[in-house]
Nanobody
Framework: QVQLVESGGGLVQAGGSLRLSCAAS????????IDWYRQTPGNQREWVAS???????RYTDSVKGRFTISRDTINNTGYLQMNSLKPEDTAVYYC???????????????WGQGTQVTVSS
C-alpha cells in the first residue's frame, strides 16, 4: 500500500515559476524511478520528465532548459521545478513512482492524484 500526494499547483502568470512536490508514503523498500506527466482535456497524457536511481534525468523537448526534476531519497519525495512558464504548460500534472514494497521482489507503478497548473497570458 503506497500513496502519492501531490502539491504545489496553482495559477501563475506567463514567465513565472511553480514547484510541484510528490510525497510517497506507505511500506516502501525502495523508490526506483520518479516521473512527471501532464494532461489537458481531450488529449492523451504526455510524459514530461523522469529522474532515475542514479539521479540522471530526461525531459521532453518542450520543457528542456525550463523544468528541472529532482528527488529526495530519504523522504521519498519527488519535485518538478517549473520556470519560465508558458500558457501551453497549462495542464493537470501527475507524478508516478516505481516502487518496491516489502515481500515483493519487483517494482510497481503508483500514481499521484494530479495537481492543476494554470498559466495565464
Amino acid at each position: 500500500q503506497v500513496q502519492l500526494v501531490e502539491s504545489g499547483g496553482g495559477l501563475v502568470q506567463a514567465g513565472g515559476s511553480l514547484r510541484l512536490s510528490c510525497a510517497a508514503s506507505g511500506n516502501i523498500v525502495r523508490v526506483n524511478t520518479i516521473d512527471w506527466y501532464r494532461q489537458t482535456p481531450g488529449n492523451q497524457r504526455e510524459w514530461v520528465a523522469s529522474v532515475f536511481s542514479d539521479t540522471s534525468a530526461r525531459y521532453t523537448d518542450s520543457v528542456k532548459g525550463r523544468f528541472t526534476i529532482s528527488r529526495d531519497t530519504i523522504n521519498n519525495t519527488g519535485y518538478l521545478q517549473m520556470n519560465s512558464l508558458k500558457p501551453e504548460d497549462t495542464a493537470v500534472y501527475y507524478c508516478r513512482f516505481t516502487v518496491r514494497t516489502p515481500g515483493v521482489v519487483y517494482f510497481r507503478d503508483y500514481w499521484g492524484q494530479g495537481t492543476q497548473v494554470t498559466v495565464s497570458s
